[in-house]
DNA sequence: ATATCTGCAAAGACTTTGCAACCTT
DNA sequence: AAGGTTGCAAAGTCTTTGCAGATAT
């Protein structure tokens, strides 16, 4: 996975296309196991594990392979649609973007739901810091952990 | 996978160690292998993988196995000897702690080594943004990447 | 002497890939 | 019918564990 931000030198000049209906939500090829992959992100309040999306659906249900959710979680977080963050152990946490913009995460370490703090003095730390030891092409990644309102009364 | 970055050239500094008497609960026995894997931390300038610090010093002619160097690194870390993050590839990179206080890296991404960078700045950011959102026993983690002077140049 | 440490081999956990069958367009 | 999609099985990574033999004190 790369993390790299958008290159000073894009010459790529506008192309929108919007091509096919790319009406909000997923489009791909209509299959049923895209769609309630997809469903099953937009239900999602906090960052989840690829197997413990797949088995939340098979646990309702649905017929779709371990396989296949990878792979559309792959693409959409490729195609910057869905966000990813590593857990301690290792694996790789997915969520529906709900902000376009860049973006960190809070995330509570009870429950796991979270929610998108914008970043703009950690930005502009990032970029000073980074300066001053000479570096360039600076990219970064910030996540917060702590206990949201709920957990802590709890 | 091809995870080349880092020449992480190990000086076989034969570092005197002072005779293993840790003051402190933490018994380790001198064993050759323990010596050498320490040496080559402190050699490293930026994070390393197990594998990558496996293979240098096998490269160096030592006797050591892999098993050892990650038995070694796990304990080092627990310990809080040496810190850890995770790259994009969900491998664990070790590096030798150097200040105690808290701190977070600026690393290259293209010759692996990094500097510590004080972030006072963050955690006050942190600390703020958590209590807007009610979130309270905040913790956090901020990893710098970019390209150094050195590689930028050449 | 003996409690540790080593390291090979095997096991685990997560993710990716090969490929034949399946389904949408 | 054509071509993207699915999912089982197998492969690939990195990391951990079982255990017999080696080692430091």
């Known amino acids: 996975m790369e993390h790299q931000q958008a290159p000073a030198t894009v010459r790529n ?10 009406s909000g939500g997923t489009r791909v090829r209509g299959t049923r196991q895209a769609e309630v992959l997809s469903a099953a992100l937009d239900g999602l309040s906090g960052f989840c594990s690829a197997q413990q999306i797949h088995a939340e659906l098979r646990r309702h249900g649905e017929r779709i392979g371990l396989t296949t959710v990878y792979r559309h979680l792959q693409v959409l977080s490729q195609d910057g649609r869905v966000d990813t963050i ?48 000479g570096f360039t092409n600076v990219d970064h990644t910030v996540e917060l952990f702590g206990q949201c309102p709920e957990c802590a009364s709890a």
């Open 86 to 133: 590593r857990d301690a152990g290792g694996e790789i946490l997915y969520r529906r973007c709900r902000s376009k913009a860049h973006h960190h995460h809070l995330t509570c370490k009870s429950c796991g739901r979270s929610v998108e703090v914008e970043g703009g003095a950690v930005e502009r730390w990032a970029e000073r810091v980074a300066t001053e030891a």
């Open 13 to 22: 000049v506008t192309t929108p296309l919007p091509a096919k209906s790319l």
